[in-house]
């Protein structure tokens, strides 16, 4: 594995970089959709404040977990004073490096993204129709984004890998022996195969997007496409936990904490759809059609 590329003097983390490429595979589809929908909206902006609100939502969460732990690393990145602010910023992008979690930035990013849809109006809709629409139009980018994500936690070693195996597509999270070609969280023992977990998200993540894709070119009740994307995306994720490392905490030591989460996804996938099949359905022509249909100037 390679948590970091060596570029002469620099050591790019490929989390980082995998991170920023799902957002621009996610840009591309999303814009992609815009265009085929009949929406002039901004995928560019749209993405950008829904991955800075969920960095910021995800930090929020997991700070707000524990407030005496937060007002202490407070104290300790502002105690150099304002007579030294390189010190103090460093303080903070250190801390501000590790400690994320994965339900403030789905609920700021989720929320980020209505509110997108609420501004931009797509197809001319607003208020909850607006967000409904967008959550929609997000469905097949936020798919593909997480496939490409996950590729991330592979190539960075994070412990987000699978349990043993003898399997011939097996992989070993450590290569070389210096910080920067070996993973950050090692199997046990150090030297065994293992499932190779987020390739598996990626193929699923794949297809997934490749079916919402096709779903979203029919016209359907707004906010049911969303829906699918909550049940089907929930249920990749809690299958393949069965050959992930991730303790089982609940139920008897038999599920871990993603299955739980991925379980509430489904079921509120399957609300979703049955709360908003009866929805009106948008249809729409892509905008090179609604160019050529607009009048000519006088």
Same mark, same amino acid.
């Given at each position: 594995m390679y948590p970091y590329l060596n570029l002469g003097f620099a050591h790019?983390?490929?989390? @980082?970089?995998?991170?920023?490429?799902?957002?621009?595979?996610?840009?591309?589809?999303?814009? /992609?959709?815009?265009?085929?929908?009949?929406?002039?909206?901004?995928?560019?902006?749209?993405?950008?404040?829904?991955?800075?609100?969920?960095?910021? @939502?995800? +930090?929020?969460?997991?700070?707000?977990?524990?407030?005496?732990?937060?007002?202490?690393?407070? /104290?300790?990145?502002?105690?150099? @004073?304002?007579?030294?602010?390189?010190?103090?910023?460093?303080?903070?992008? *250190?801390?501000?490096?590790?400690?994320?979690?994965?339900?403030?930035?789905?609920?700021?990013?989720?929320?980020?993204?209505?509110?997108?849809g609420v501004l931009a109006k797509p197809n001319g809709l607003t208020g909850r129709r607006a967000a409904l629409r967008m959550l929609d139009f997000a469905a097949p980018a936020a798919a593909i984004g997480y496939g490409v994500g996950r590729i991330g936690c592979l190539t960075s070693g994070d412990g987000d890998y699978g349990i043993n195996t003898t399997l011939p597509w097996g992989v070993h999270m450590m290569h070389g022996l210096t910080q920067y070609t070996r993973a950050l969280v090692l199997p046990n023992p150090p030297t065994a195969a293992v499932q190779p977990t987020p390739i598996y998200e990626f193929l699923f993540a794949v297809a997934l997007a490749w079916w919402l894709w096709k779903r979203a070119s029919k016209p359907l009740p707004l906010g049911f496409l969303t829906g699918e994307y909550l049940a089907l995306s929930g249920i990749g994720r809690f299958l393949v936990e069965f050959v992930r490392i991730n303790p089982r905490i609940?139920?008897?030591?038999?599920?871990?904490?993603?299955?739980?989460?991925?379980?509430?996804?489904?079921?509120? @996938?399957?609300?979703?759809?049955?709360?908003?099949? *009866?929805?009106?359905?948008?249809?729409?022509?892509?905008?090179? +059609?609604?160019? +050529?249909?607009?009048?000519?100037?006088?």
């Open positions: 790019i983390g490929t989390f @980082g970089l995998m991170l920023w490429l799902a957002a621009v595979c996610g840009t591309v589809v999303l814009h /992609r959709n815009f265009v085929r929908n009949g929406s002039d909206a901004d995928a560019l902006n749209v993405v950008t404040m829904v991955v800075l609100a969920g960095i910021v @939502g995800a +930090k929020l969460w997991h700070e707000l977990e524990n407030v005496r732990d937060l007002v202490a690393a407070w /104290r300790d990145i502002l105690y150099p @004073g304002l007579h030294h602010p390189q010190i103090v910023l460093f303080n903070f992008l *250190h801390w501000f490096q590790a400690g994320f979690a994965w339900y403030g930035g789905l609920l700021a990013g989720v929320s980020t993204l209505m509110l997108q609940y139920f008897h030591h038999t599920l871990s904490n993603a299955q739980v989460a991925a379980l509430g996804s489904v079921v509120f @996938g399957v609300a979703m759809m049955f709360v908003t099949r *009866h929805n009106e359905a948008i249809i729409s022509q892509p905008l090179s +059609k609604l160019a +050529k249909d607009a009048p000519a100037p006088a």
